[in-house]
């Protein structure tokens, strides 16, 4: 292995203290526990305070992850976020967050992919560290979906969470590194789960807000349909590019959309179900945050260990994909 390969040096994650529980949910909607976990496989979900923006999370998030690589902010010279959550349309989270971590010599930006922006970030970085460009990167995945979540909608409102992952991109030569990646989207099908109101099409006004179009909405049966095919399709592509087989791989961490999406990608792409690591069961759908905060929660468990194969797969609203695969 070269010693200019680059790969994960140090990883966090964080959740909010308080937790939603789906007995909490059937006080606040039409629903159940039994009609919840069968539809989606979540129990908990954990939500931000009121006076904790997104920047707040990503920032718990990424001192884990300078902290476990016993890395200085001052040091940081790419720093990416990647949310639809944002503390506000600009500046950057990624520019309030340099603020707070003190990472004043970082080059800053968002980027939104919804579900798979942290893939598509981890990509981002991973080129422009491996061609020289930067020598290190920081790519959080942060999200406060519960502050875009309708709590009337009782197909949408079970779904989502609160939470950061962050990982340190560097050269390393200790035997991690990210070995290929792959992107896609299709715009087609975008109307299938967005947020209309907000932006320059339907800027913020009291018909917006009356008509609850700041709010997640998804067809959800579609959403499914495509989410599956994205995504086994987007690894094995990867698997190619790697020139690698499924059986090689140690552990899966998908995007946790929802339970019976992780179990059909793996019936899909032929992998044991042991293999796909699984935390929408108590963290909801995280959105750019799910798989830097399986990740990270896979690691400190001991399900990832030096030396393993990691495969990284998401699909989002735009639509949009990826995967990725890491040598821890």
């Not at 890395?71 to 950057?92: C, K, N, Q, R, Y």
């Not at 789960?193 to 913020?204: E, Q």
């Not at 009356?210 to 049966?221: A, F, P, S, T, V």
């Not at 108590?282 to 495969?311: K, Q």
Request: charged share 20%.
């Amino acid at each position: 292995m070269s010693e200019k390969a680059v790969g994960i040096i140090g990883i966090g994650s964080y959740l909010p203290e308080r937790v939603l529980t789906n007995a909490d949910l059937e006080r606040m909607v039409d629903t159940s526990d039994e009609w919840i976990v069968e539809r989606t496989g979540i129990n908990t979900r954990h939500i931000a305070a009121k006076d904790q923006p997104v920047s707040a999370l990503a920032l718990e998030a990424s001192r884990a992850a300078l902290g476990k690589a016993s890395f200085s902010p001052s040091a940081l010279e790419l720093l990416i976020v990647a949310t639809v959550t944002g503390d506000m349309p600009f500046p950057s989270t990624a520019c309030v967050l340099q603020e707070k971590l003190g990472a004043f010599n970082a080059a800053c930006f968002d980027l939104n992919a919804a579900c798979s922006g942290w893939i598509y970030g981890m990509d981002v970085a991973w080129q422009l560290v491996r061609c020289g460009r930067y020598r290190n990167a920081l790519v959080v995945g942060a999200e406060k979906l519960s502050a875009i979540t309708d709590w009337q909608d009782r197909n949408t409102c079970v779904l989502f969470g609160d939470g950061a992952g962050a990982a340190l991109l560097g050269h390393t030569s200790s035997g991690g590194e990210i070995i290929a990646s792959c992107l896609g989207a299709d715009g087609r099908w975008g109307k299938l789960l967005y947020m209309r109101g907000g932006g320059s099409l339907c800027p913020a006004s009291h018909e917006t807000v009356d008509q609850r179009l700041h709010y997640i909405k998804m067809e959800g049966k579609e959403v499914f349909k495509q989410a599956v095919t994205a995504m086994a399709g987007a690894a094995e592509a990867v698997l190619e590019k790697a020139g690698m087989r499924a059986e090689q791989i140690s552990c899966v961490i998908p995007h946790q959309a929802n339970m019976r999406i992780i179990k059909a990608v793996a019936r899909k792409l032929a992998i044991p179900f042991e293999k796909m690591c699984v935390t929408v069961d108590h963290c909801g759908n995280l959105s750019a945050a799910s798989i830097p905060v399986a990740l990270d929660e896979a690691m400190r468990g001991g399900r990832v260990r030096a030396g393993d194969y990691v495969l990284l797969v998401a699909f989002g609203g735009g639509f949009t994909w990826g995967a990725m695969i890491v040598k821890m």
